[in-house]
């Protein structure tokens, strides 16, 4: 088994943010309910945006532009992701490492390349 | 590990490898209009790694010791020649494809680039020795496959054919990682040699798992009942180029490694999976013989026809013996040029307009409008049949051959049964052509005329097909003989 | 005992998260169910000692695959009422696949409590290599040994790039809308006025 105790700062971390945030949001709540007066109708507690009910549901189809972005995004992150265990083992790997993250990135910079000419990259 | 022993082994890859990537910037560099020479550029580049392979294969250098970056991938007799195959048949593709998306607008450079991608992906796969390098190379042959697929995206149903493909392919190769995983849990190693080593002798329950899902996860691959569900679908929906690809070189990348598994990672294991192969080839043939006679859609019949022949090829797999994946091997490249040969007839069946006529109606009296086309559909279509004279006739021959000296005469007979009831809806296609009237309201355009690339891939696969195909037979056995001895070497 | 309880927590977090995916009826809380199990199961990856899996877990998956998920639930025009009809109308045909899969699973389970399970041990180039961290271990593999099978997985990313593209890029290069920077820049008054001094009672002809 691991040495956990290395990460029980981060467990402590966790769990003060877990209660803190969750104090944020119910502690008002709790007030509000405690000191004020309750007393909900309909009309309350309907949807209000700028004076009328909504207009439509908040989950609305857009535009395929947004999905590119991500796709581009994720393939980059991955990319990144692999450079930290090369990063860190180059003492192990040497020159053989070294040689193969440069091809690596190269064929990604020539996909980077590819996409910017093509103009993915641009927004309009 | 021998640098540069190993690159030299992976040359037609490497080289396939530099060219897409130089196509890709020159796609996006030059205008859409060059895509023709790009796709020029990327058939050589195919040429010429399939005369790299065979210069491989016919100096010697492959041979089963032939080991690429430690143990990955190894060039041996079995995986050259299903290289070849592969090149060949991505190669007739690619001469096929243009004018069929020119003719919508829709042709651009990232289609041979895609291609070529494919190839290297399923010439690694054929040449894995390492579950690793199988799934990477599938990987890369399936992720290129979708987008192919739909690749004319504003076509409605080549988009749904694309997204099918995806998502069955994404849930086959979660079984196949799975399978995996279990079988490196309890084998210790993804080497295939380490594999088979580890799993002498009798087999647990976990193993025995992991052996059946990675089957299966590759049973999706080959389009083998049961999983054969999405193959009609993505066959008719994918724009037919594709889907000539896709019947072709995929299918016989996936067949040749399901072959290198069984016989060397799980080849200690043979009782486990012999049962597996014997169902899936029985249920194939019964169900793509069965289920192609209602379909009016000529491109879900080929689907059908296609899911029937893979039963055939895994009669041989089932076997067990050497003999057996020889007589396969040659019934792969048999069927290889059957498929590519009615689906390039298939494209040339479009009317001035570029409308494609695929249904059995808009075939009807085909004899008399254009008797050189009809003439070779005969000929496809009686040797998918079977039909003696035709060279389709000996690669079932060899087949059941092999089949009945390996004790398996029951699957032998049902085979042969399948192929007579199969042989139904290929004698339709001939009775359709030459003695159905066409249709007297004959608003319908004629057959357009096809450019010279279509017809000379069509001749090849007509002649090679006739009886003079038998000319090739001792070679054909010589090299068979020899890429399945490959496989037993370990043994 | 604190990893005994982390444990517990953990699994119990990824399984309970793993069933809401799919019983949440709005498709995005199933995604944000989706984002908790993979965090948890992070945590499962950190208490095992596989460091790196956490990190690449969190990174790539609760970070970039999330971001997709949403993205594609956003595009897709789901009819949130009709699926539902088909849920009920196909109810039938998943309860018995449930039933087949809870079957196996017991049959597996009891497989297991038969003390069936006999991992094989890790081929020796695969055996973790004294004095280095988890992540170096994987470095030290992945960059020499496997050094091919990295490059080819670049290569599965450029094609998944391509792939992103061909399929989804238009080309507005055309277009009106489109904002050319450089040449809004070099734009000179020259260009775009005419200084005509036209006669009393004539008109300026363009």
Redesign the interface.
Known sequence: MVDLSQYLPILIFLVIALGLSTLFVFLPMATARLTGVYNPTAEKLSEYECGFPAFEDARSQFDVKFYLVAISFIIFDLEAAFLFPWAVSLGVTGWVGWTGMMIFLGILAIGLAYEWKIGALDWD | MNFATSLMLIGAELGLCLVALVLLLLSAWLPRAAARVLTIAAASALAGASIYTLALLLNGTAGPDANAFGALLRLDAFSAVAKLLIYLSTFACLVVTPSFFERRGQYRGEYPVLLLFNAVGMSLLVSATDLMTLYIGLELSSLSSYILASFARSDMRSAEAGLKYFILGGLASGILLYGMSLVYGFAGSTNFDAIRTALAGELGTGALFGIVLVFAGLAFKISAVPFHMWTPDVYDGAPTPVTTFFAGAPKIAAVAILTRLSFSAFGEQFAAWQQIVAFVALASIVVGALGAIGQENLKRVLAYSSINNVGFLLIGLATGTAAGVSAMLIYLAIYAVMTLGSFVALLMLHDADGVPMETFGSIAGLAQRKPALAWALLVLMFSLAGIPPLFGFYAKLVVFQAAVDAGLIALATVGIAASVIGAFYYIKFVKVMFFDARPSSDARAEVARNPAGHWSVLAASTVLLSPLGFLLTPAMERWAAAAASALFLTA | M??LF?FYMFATIVILAAVMVILARNP?HSVLWLILAFFNAAGLM????AE?VA??LV??YV???A??FL???????IDVASMRAGFVRNAPLGFAVALVLLAEMVL?FG?YRAG????????A??QA?PG??N??????L????????????????????????????R???GSA???DIARQIGRKPVDATVMTRPKVGEGVEL
């Open positions: 604190i990893q982390a995005v950190v208490l095992v000692g790196f990190v690449l990174i790539v970070g970039a695959v971001v997709l993205f594609v639930v956003m595009m897709l025009d597996g497989a069936g399970l006999a991992l094989g041990t890790p081929a180039p695969s290599l280095l961290s992540i170096q271990n994987v470095g030290a992945l960059y020499t040994r496997y050094v091919f099978l990295f490059e080819m997985a670049g290569l599965i990313l450029l094609v998944a790039m391509i792939g992103a593209i061909v399929l989804t890029h080309d507005r290069r809308a489109r904002q």
